[in-house]
């Protein structure tokens, strides 16, 4: 089985490094370390414990969204070639915690990415509380591994990667174990968090690295709902390196910086909080889309098509249409709402779990945060 995990290894890295420009720093850190330590990365793109992992010679145990494993292929690598453990994003998961506490005490690292979803728009999210806590029970060294460039190599919502983006990773030591139990969790947290920092915007200003896209927009009205022209949502479509609005045509395009062109600003940090910025105006209004629903068993990982759907969020409830049946969900009554991969949307409902493909999912999760006082 060694074998199998050392081809793996071999194989993904020849995959990451025939598609990307991978830049390593390993500072004060030792990649052939093989005892247990804790790695926290900031959190990119979807791929990050992915490539970060065959840089080192004894990888953590990566903590990995209990969506990931719903996929037969993934679920092969995750648990066989790769074993991880398993976290249901957007929940308290004390099971995981546990299972963390386990693998340490064995002997062997973990390997986490705190702010629990990928990066939206190319900068970090806020770091939950409960991490400072976690690194506290463990007791052990807290390496980071920095990345920068990995947004604009790999978008979240692209449809493409970038031929040969630049992606660095550096990697570094912020406390030793020892360290640990005299610093404050307020010390820790904000070390934490200001170590995980990055913008790749701002990044790039300074590196001017010319990634060349060729298809950088393809997928972009995932995410971006929210024309900055003519002020109408829903109206985002692109197409190669182009950005349009149906009502306003061409308004915006990716340079060879994967910098925007052709508005008030450059970058998609600031779109992002332009478009959050008017969901109190959206929200006067019934919200419309379409998409395909599926249950999730996630006990034996696996899910069950159950349509395809007409979308309405009308007030404090989601309203799904298939064909004669209806699915109502309360928004209050959703848990632990998260936005998946590139296009999903999942929630647990009365103990059950959901997931939604969508045409324009980041509106509608962003809009149930706002209408449950969850966006901030």
């Known amino acids: 089985m060694r074998i199998d995990r050392d081809i793996y290894s071999l194989v993904v890295k020849a995959i990451f490094r025939s598609r990307f420009n991978i830049e390593v720093q390993y500072n004060d850190f030792d990649p052939k370390r093989t005892d247990a330590y804790v790695l926290l990365g900031n959190h990119p793109c979807l791929h990050d414990g992915i490539y970060t992992s065959t840089y080192l010679k004894e990888p953590p145990m990566p903590v990995i969204s209990a969506t990931m494993f719903v996929n037969p292929i993934m679920r092969f690598a995750l648990t066989v070639l790769y074993p991880s453990i398993s976290k249901r994003k957007g929940q308290n998961d004390i099971i995981t915690v546990r299972k963390m506490m386990q693998v340490t005490k064995s002997g062997k690292g973990v390997m986490l990415f705190p702010e629990g979803n990928s990066s939206y728009y190319g900068k970090e999210s806020p770091i939950p509380y409960s991490t400072v806590k976690l690194l506290k029970k463990l007791k052990k060294d807290v390496v980071i591994v920095k990345t920068n460039g990995a947004y604009l190599s790999a978008a979240r919502w692209g449809s493409k990667t970038v031929k040969n983006g630049l992606i660095e990773l550096i990697f570094t030591t912020l406390y030793k174990a020892e360290e640990l139990a005299s610093l404050s969790l307020d010390e820790i947290y904000n070390g934490l968090s200001e170590a995980l920092k990055f913008n790749d915007y701002d990044w790039n200003r300074e590196r001017l690295y010319k990634y060349n896209p060729k298809k ?42 994967c910098f925007l062109e052709g508005l008030d600003f450059d970058n998609l940090v600031d779109w992002g909080k332009l478009q959050q910025s008017v969901l109190p105006e959206i929200s006067k209004k019934a919200i419309y889309t379409y998409g395909t629903l599926y249950k999730i068993d996630t006990v034996k990982y696996k899910s069950k098509k159950l349509g395809d759907v007409d979308v309405e969020l009308i007030n404090d409830k989601l309203y799904l249409l298939y064909k004669t049946n209806e699915y109502c969900f309360d928004l209050d009554k959703m848990v632990g709402l998260a936005l998946t991969f590139k296009e999903e949307i999942s929630f647990d409902y009365e103990e059950e779990t959901y997931f939604i493909k969508l045409k324009d999912p980041m509106l509608l999760y962003e809009m149930i945060k706002y209408k449950t006082g969850g966006l901030h």
Do not use: D, M, W
């Not at 995932?222 to 479509?237: A, D, E, V």
């Not at 197409?239 to 308004?251: A, Q, R, S, T």
């Open 216 to 257: 950088r927009a393809l997928g972009l009205e995932r995410f971006i709902y929210y024309c900055p022209k003519c002020g109408k949502h829903q109206t985002i479509s692109t197409k190669g390196n182009k950005v349009f609005c149906k009502h306003c045509g061409e308004i915006a395009h990716f340079n060879e910086y």
